[in-house]
Nanobody, 130 residues
């Protein structure tokens, strides 16, 4: 059974940093990807970063620089590091996954990638005060 559990969200002041964690389990060993999304109220979820089964990580161009991602060396955890936080980063952050080479090889900013996710965590809220 696939499980995705986000943690690390909370209330932070502008200029601070957060490291979100996505613990994942139950995914096929050969082909899968895990991704971080965020969702603003009234908006569709936006892909931010991706981990592929081969260990490669990707960060979406719109957030490159302040957002970085990495996999824990020992555990099945995908981190999302967010630096220089601003109120614009306030959102619900989700972890998602799928076992599909076609979906995982697509542009993570595409609708196909977003709609192709089959497993979702319940999210962690990030609130940045001015």
């Amino acid at each position: 059974q696939v499980q995705l559990v986000e943690s690390g969200g909370g209330a932070v002041q502008t200029g601070g940093s957060l490291r979100l964690s996505c613990g994942f389990s139950g995914l096929p060993a050969v082909t899968y990807c895990v991704a971080w999304f965020r969702q603003f109220p009234g908006k569709e979820r936006q892909a931010l970063a991706q981990l592929r089964a081969n260990g490669q990580t990707y960060v979406a161009e719109p957030v490159q620089g302040r957002f970085t991602t990495s996999k824990d060396a020992n555990e099945n955890i995908l981190y999302l590091q967010i630096n220089q936080l601003t109120p614009d980063n306030t959102a619900q952050y989700y972890c998602a996954a799928v076992a599909s080479s076609e979906v995982c090889s697509d542009d993570i900013r595409s609708n196909n990638f977003r709609l192709g996710m089959r497993y979702w965590g319940t999210g962690t809220l990030v609130t940045i005060s001015s």
